[in-house]
C-alpha cells in the first residue's frame, strides 16, 4: 500500500571497494558506476539493461561529475541514487544513458511502475540486523562469529530478513514512537514480526520451517547469537508461535491457492 515508483535497477559504485582501481578493471568498466543487477520483469529488464553496463547519467546529469568520497564509503552512490528516485517521483519515467560493450553510448527512456519502497542494505561494519526508516540492515559481521557447524543457511538467513522486512510492512517504527513503547508493547511487536516473516518466506519460495527452527536452536547456536532480552519472548516460545503460524498460513495457501497476509494475517498490533 506504500509503493513508490521504481525500475528494478540497482546500482553499484567500484568506490565501494577498499581498492577501487582493481573493482573497475575486473568489472571492465571506463567509469565508476554500473548496473548491479537487474529485477526479472522489471521495466528496466524490458529495456534491455543487464549488469555490469555501465552508467554515464541519469536525465543527462554526469555521474562523473558526483564527487567520490573515500574507497568504501557508501555516500557517492546514496546520491546518485537519489537522482534515480527524485526524477521518477517527479516525472515517472526517467533517461538512462548506458556504455556498451563496445564503447557505444544509448539512451534509455524507462517509466517507473509502482513497487515496494522499502531498501535493503548490507552496511559496512557492525553485526546487527535491524529495521530503520522503511530499510532492512544487516550488518557485515552479523552472525559472523558462530562456528562453522552453526552458521545460517540461506533459508534461515531469508528468515531474518523476512523478520526485519515484517517490521517495515507493518508500520512498527511509527506505532512504537506514537504509542510511548513499553517492553511489553515491543514484545508484540517482534511476536507480529516473527508470525509474518512465515507468510513472507512462503510467497518468497522458502520453507518458513528453518526459521522456525532457527529460533529453537539461535539462543544456544556459537557466541553470536542474539541474547535473550525483555523486548524479546523466550526463543521456544518463539519457535512455537512461528510453528503454530505455519499450520495457520499454509490453511489459507490451501483454501485460497495464495498466502495473502494483507487479507488473512491476524494483526496483534493495531494502529492507533
Keep these: 500500500s ?8 540497482l546500482l553499484q ?3 565501494l571497494f577498499v581498492r577501487p582501481a582493481l573493482a573497475r578493471h575486473t568489472l571492465a568498466l571506463s567509469g565508476d558506476i554500473a548496473i548491479a543487477a537487474v529485477a526479472q520483469g522489471s521495466p528496466a529488464a524490458k529495456a534491455g539493461l543487464a549488469p555490469g553496463q555501465e552508467v554515464v547519467s541519469i536525465n ?5 561529475a558526483v564527487a567520490a568520497g573515500k574507497p568504501g564509503d557508501y555516500h557517492r552512490l546514496g546520491q546518485i541514487e537519489a537522482l534515480l528516485h527524485i526524477a521518477l517521483a517527479r516525472d515517472g519515467i526517467v533517461s538512462l544513458t548506458v556504455r556498451d560493450s563496445n564503447g557505444a553510448l544509448r539512451q534509455f527512456d524507462i517509466p517507473a511502475v509502482p513497487a515496494c519502497r522499502s531498501r535493503f542494505e548490507l552496511r559496512n561494519s557492525g553485526a546487527r540486523a535491524e529495521a530503520e526508516g522503511g530499510r532492512i540492515l544487516i550488518g557485515r559481521n552479523f552472525a559472523a562469529d558462530m562456528p562453522a557447524a552453526d552458521r545460517l543457511g540461506e533459508a534461515e538467513f531469508a528468515g531474518v530478513v523476512a523478520h526485519e522486512f515484517a517490521h517495515v510492512l507493518l508500520g512498527h517504527e511509527a506505532w512504537l514512537k506514537q504509542a510511548d513503547a513499553t517492553d511489553a508493547d515491543i514484545r508484540k511487536t517482534e511476536r507480529e514480526a516473527d508470525r509474518l516473516a512465515v507468510w513472507l518466506l512462503a510467497n518468497a519460495g522458502y520453507d518458513p520451517l528453518p526459521f522456525a527452527q532457527l529460533l529453537q536452536e539461535w539462543g544456544a547456536r556459537g557466541r553470536n547469537g542474539p541474547p535473550q532480552v525483555a523486548t524479546h519472548d523466550d526463543w521456544p516460545e518463539r519457535a ?4 503454530t ?3 495457520a498460513m499454509q490453511a489459507i495457501l490451501l483454501a485460497h491457492g495464495a498466502a ?13
Design 2 to 9: 506504500d509503493a513508490t515508483p521504481q525500475i528494478g535497477l
Design 260 to 272: 495473502d497476509w494483507s487479507r488473512d494475517f491476524r494483526r496483534e498490533v493495531m494502529q492507533r
Design 245 to 247: 503460524e505455519i499450520a
Design 13 to 15: 559504485d567500484v568506490m
Design 60 to 64: 543527462h546529469h554526469s555521474l562523473s
Design 240 to 243: 512455537a508461535l512461528a510453528r
